[in-house]
């Protein structure tokens, strides 16, 4: 499976963003799809997850609300798309896929649970 994230920049607090995840390879529908956010001197960590077969999305609390992830199977894409968008939203955001993992355990999941990467893409916030 490879990922391809794009879709970052410098916004200002209370804008918006959209983040894209172009996914390719032969199996990736068997995997779950999300994105991770890496702040500078912190750990890298989960901001939202779903599945390419629908059911309900998955949200770290901090952003419950003002971002939402979404797929389009005919592009092989996931979106995330944020809006309020605040300093503490500064990072570094990364797509990330896994076969293993049900969906809802991705909130507490630790990023080396995951299975593929790609690149990140910064998204800078001022204030």
């Known amino acids: 499976v490879q990922l391809q994230a794009s879709g970052g920049g410098l916004v200002q607090a209370g804008g918006s963003l959209r983040l894209s995840c172009a996914a390719s390879?032969?199996?990736?529908?068997?995997?779950?799809m999300g994105w991770f956010r890496q702040a500078p001197g912190k750990e890298r960590e989960f901001v939202a997850a779903?599945?390419?077969?629908?059911?309900?999305?998955y949200y770290a609390g901090s952003v419950k609300g003002r971002f939402t992830i979404s797929t389009d199977s005919a592009k092989n894409t996931v979106y995330l798309q944020m809006n309020s968008l605040q300093p503490e939203d500064t990072a570094v955001y990364y797509c990330?896929?896994?076969?293993?993992?049900?969906?809802?355990?991705?909130?507490?999941?630790?990023?080396?649970?995951?299975?593929?990467w790609g690149k990140g893409t910064q998204v800078t916030v001022s204030s």
């Open positions: 990330a896929a896994d076969e293993g993992l049900p969906l809802m355990y991705w909130v507490v999941a630790h990023f080396t649970d995951m299975d593929y």
């Open positions: 390879g032969r199996t990736f529908s068997r995997y779950e």
């Open positions: 779903i599945s390419w077969n629908g059911g309900s999305p």
